[in-house]
């Protein structure tokens, strides 16, 4: 029999969840603190740390390389007292926002006494994030006001403190009033003492509780440890008294209380679910959480049983309490779809044999049936011939024979003034159109696709550059091919010392080539040159110290010569006192000079600006590096 409302809502305020330790604590020294992991989908990127007021480190957690599937990781830790941090890490920067990467966000807390004490400000914390908080001892439970008399109906048997609510006497009977014995005056169902109840623990992991297991309690009975060794599910039968609380205490141990979140348990009879949570199951378990609950067996109410109850009546019966008005009496034939129906009858006797056949039974009528044995007056069609074919343009909606006559309907334009008139066509199809005259050519330059007569006004494509400020513009074309070009402004002259490269177009300001020397210093110096070569420019030789001089030869290989001078040769010279210096084989031409004997120097290699062993080249700027250290330069001009 089901409980009534009553009793529903009897049974629902009598549950209670408790969180925190009893008799069976094991953290007497301080008091319990949950971690909880929630995991994005990367949970070996994941760990955290418990410091203390002295920076140290009184526990850690993770990384969670083995979590599967967001599976929440719960720790719980016996702590003393006091100012602590609570420090989290993500070895890959991007913390636990798992949905920046097609997954969830995980989240963490930090949980004691039923109250939240640190909780995540962004999925996204980057590498670590730090909170601090405060560990004091739990508050005790707040007091529970309502009546404590088991002989009120106000009775509550959670309440600790009576608040003078009990008003009504229970007055026993079945409440239920869809109930055979339903007695309006009662309010508190007779309940059956006590029966069986069955409880179902569960592991989401298959692989047992690892030493976890729930006590349970009634009153001063204790009915054992239960707990699953391995597997899925374990089942258990209870004998419960249905008026005392029952009381289901979840341990771990120190193995077991990572895996605690993966355990569950429900115990239920077969008149309800006596302890219960959304699904039916209280997981994931809290260690060392407590369950109370008010086990149901059910009541004295007398189910309803419907029938016959009538003693002379054809069905009468004996089990039945309740009449559901399906007493007959006459036997006959019951079904009007029989030839021999009767209508008095309420019993069926079986003596329905000829069905009817409704039909009309004028054999001249185009729905005649020979069969029919039963005629509804007016049903008779009379015949009409015509063209029966709906999609016929000369269908006849009421004709009923088909005479052959049908005409097929032709869509298409029946006006002979537009572009597609058709001249086979019975019915207009709205598509008619008017004649458009234009260039019909899709490949032309001016082909209009709406034009449907081509009036040879066609033009063809000509592609090439129409913007009229561009080097290259055609006045000719019509199409833009991308080629167009803009006026680049400079000297074009190649053999200009002022020539560019990327001018397009002259702009007279070319300035000729005068080669020269330019340096101010050397006895050549040419105020008019602009392309300068250290070839060109000629330097004293330091050893004029007579009437004697020394002149000099335009040439790149011999570029002065000495002449007898007394002076110069007694100090510098030879005897002879002619000599002439060969700058291309880097030799003297003539007696051997003593004193440039002994500083001839030899040509290393020849360098560019940028300090790169080139050879020798034209129109560049070149060093030329000596084995006594000494660098010239040098422009070797190529006309």
């Known amino acids: 029999m089901k409980k009534s409302i009553l009793n529903i809502l009897y049974v629902a305020l009598a549950i209670i969840i408790a969180g925190g330790t009893s008799t069976f604590s094991q953290c007497p020294n301080g008091t319990y603190v949950d971690v909880v992991i929630n995991p994005d989908q990367y949970p070996g990127e994941t760990s955290w740390a418990i410091i203390g007021a002295y920076e140290d480190t009184i526990v850690s957690g993770g990384p969670y390389v083995d979590a599967i599937n967001y599976s929440p990781q719960v720790t719980q830790l016996c702590i003393e ?76 048997p959670i309440a600790t403190v009576d608040d003078g609510s009990c008003n009504t006497l229970k007055v026993f009977g079945c409440t239920d009033s869809d109930a055979f014995n339903f007695d309006p005056l009662a309010n508190t169902d007779i309940r059956i003492e006590e029966c ?59 193995q077991s209380q990572f895996t605690s979140v993966q355990c569950g348990y429900v115990l239920y009879s077969e008149e309800q679910l006596t302890i219960e ?156 159109e008017p004649y458009v005259f234009g260039c019909t050519d899709s490949v032309m330059f001016n082909y209009n696709p709406l034009a449907n007569a081509d009036n040879n006004s066609c033009i063809p494509f000509i592609y090439g550059c129409t913007d009229p400020s561009a080097l290259n513009y055609n006045p000719q074309s019509n199409s833009e091919d991308f080629s167009c070009i803009d006026y680049i402004y400079g000297c074009t002259d190649s053999t200009a010392v002022n020539y560019d490269v990327l001018a397009n177009t002259d702009n007279g300001s070319c300035v000729d080539v005068v080669e020269g020397c330019m340096d101010q210093d050397a006895y050549n110096y040419n105020i008019e040159a602009n392309v300068n070569d250290d070839s060109y420019c000629l330097y004293d030789a330091d050893c004029i110290t007579g009437p004697g001089n020394p002149y000099w030869l335009n040439d790149l290989c011999y570029q002065w010569v000495i ?61 030329y590096i000596y084995d006594d250290g000494s660098i010239d330069k040098k422009i070797i001009i190529n006309k």
Not at 123 to 144: I, K, Q, R, Y
């Open 81 to 156: 007292n006091g100012d602590y941090s609570f420090e989290i890490y993500d070895v890959y920067g991007d913390g636990m926002a798992g949905s920046l990467w097609g997954g969830q966000d995980g989240s963490y807390y930090v949980m004691h006494c039923g109250d939240t004490l640190v909780e995540p400000d962004s999925a996204n914390f980057e590498f670590e994030a730090f909170h601090g908080f405060t560990l004091e001892d739990c508050a005790p439970p707040p007091p529970v006001f309502g009546c404590m008399d088991i002989n009120y109906v106000e009775f509550l």
């Open 563 to 623: 002449d007898v001078d007394d002076y110069c040769c007694s100090v510098e010279w030879d005897e002879t006192c002619q000599s002439t210096y060969n700058y291309c084989g880097v030799t003297w031409t003539g007696p051997e000079p003593i004193a440039r004997a002994t500083t001839n120097k030899n040509l290393i290699m020849i360098t560019n600006l940028l300090g790169e062993e080139v050879n020798k080249t034209s129109n560049q700027l070149l060093l």
């Open 277 to 432: 949570e959304p699904g039916g199951f209280v997981t994931p378990l809290t260690p060392f959480q407590s369950v109370f609950g008010i086990p149901y067996c059910g009541n004295e109410c007398i189910e309803r049983t419907y029938g016959c109850t009538d003693i002379d009546a054809v069905n009468y019966t004996d089990y039945a309490n309740t009449n559901d008005e399906s007493c007959y009496y006459t036997p006959g034939c019951t079904s009007p779809t029989f030839i021999e129906y009767n209508v008095l009858a309420d019993y069926d006797d079986g003596s329905c044999t000829i069905p009817v056949v409704l039909g009309c039974m004028d054999d001249t009528a185009l729905n005649y049936n020979a069969e029919a044995n039963t005629e509804i007056n007016g049903s008779c069609i009379e015949v009409i011939e015509g063209c029966t074919n709906e999609l016929a343009f000369n269908y006849n909606p009421n004709a009923n024979v088909n005479d052959n006559s049908c005409t097929p309907v032709i869509y298409g334009c029946i006006d002979p003034t537009m572009f597609n008139y058709c001249s086979e066509c019975n019915t207009n199809d709205g598509g008619c």
């Open 196 to 254: 069986e109840h069955t409880l179902i623990l569960t592991d989401l992991a298959g692989n047992g509780w690892a030493g976890a297991f729930l006590q349970v309690f009634q009153g001063d009975n204790f009915l054992g440890e239960f707990t699953i060794e391995y597997g899925f599910e374990a089942i258990f039968e209870l004998n419960l008294n249905a008026f005392q609380p029952v009381e289901i205490k979840f341990n771990t141990t120190q």
